[in-house]
């Protein structure tokens, strides 16, 4: 498994760039389980993120808690959520989602 913190430090991606995270999911075609805990994105470098996941074909563990995402990221993640079918286990906790967003997701 990938951590954010090991991406950062090995790999040289600064989580200020998803571009560079995006792009490294796009390639990576063996990455199953991937821990993007407490990085701290704002709505747009997640929407990115959780673009490139759309593709991330193999990714069945992810874990986007305390990831700073808000109810502007809802539908950012409905679409990942719709796309990435081999995701079995997601984690979301400590974000500001809301009721509502919870709702949309589920």
Known sequence: ???????????GFFPTVPEQLANALLANHTLTELDLSHIGMNATSATTILSALEMA????HLNI?????????VPSIVKMLSKATT???????DNELGDDGVSQIS
Do not use: C, F, G
């Not at 808690?65 to 808000?70: G, T």
């Not at 995701?87 to 906790?93: G, I, R, W």
């Open 1 to 11: 498994m990938i951590n954010a913190d090991q991406t950062v430090a090995e790999n």
């Open 57 to 60: 074909v193999n990714i069945t």
């Open 65 to 73: 808690s305390r990831y700073e995402l808000d109810a502007s990221s």
């Open 87 to 93: 995701l079995k286990y997601l984690v979301l906790a």
